[in-house]
């Protein structure tokens, strides 16, 4: 059974930084394409960044572009993102989500077949 399990999100001033992981569990990490996703309160969720299984294609939300980089380690099976100069409308439960066509990003959820539980990033203003 695939298990992911995210961590690294917390309170943070706007202008701060916070770095998501998320392990993944089982042994095809590497054949995963995974994706972030983030959903505040009373809105749907919406992607925010995606990278194929070999980490060479990446893909992200208008919202988020050049202040975000996602990026993975196979040999960790473990998928980061990096968030840089967060303002307080990036704040939501983060959500990351492996697909089994690791070479497509798709920002659909019902593009990914496995979710973890989510980790709330809060940034104050």
């Known amino acids: 059974q695939v298990q992911l399990v995210e961590s690294g999100g917390g309170l943070v001033q706007a202008g701060g930084s916070l770095r998501l992981s998320c392990v993944v569990s089982?042994?095809?990490?590497?054949?995963?394409?995974m994706g972030w996703f983030r959903q505040a309160p009373g809105k749907e969720r919406e992607f925010v960044a995606g990278?194929?299984?070999?980490?060479?294609?990446?893909y992200y939300a208008d919202s988020v572009k050049g202040r975000f980089t996602i990026s993975r380690d196979n040999a960790k099976n473990t998928v980061y993102l990096q968030m840089n100069s967060l303002k307080p409308e990036d704040t939501a439960v983060y959500y990351c989500?492996?697909?089994?066509?690791?070479?497509?990003?798709?920002?659909?959820?019902?593009?990914?077949?496995?979710w973890g539980q989510g980790t709330q990033v809060t940034v104050s203003s």
């Open positions: 989500a492996a697909s089994n066509s690791g070479r497509i990003i798709t920002a659909q959820p019902m593009g990914y077949d496995y």
């Open positions: 089982g042994r095809t990490f590497s054949s995963y394409a």
């Open positions: 990278i194929t299984w070999s980490g060479g294609g990446q």
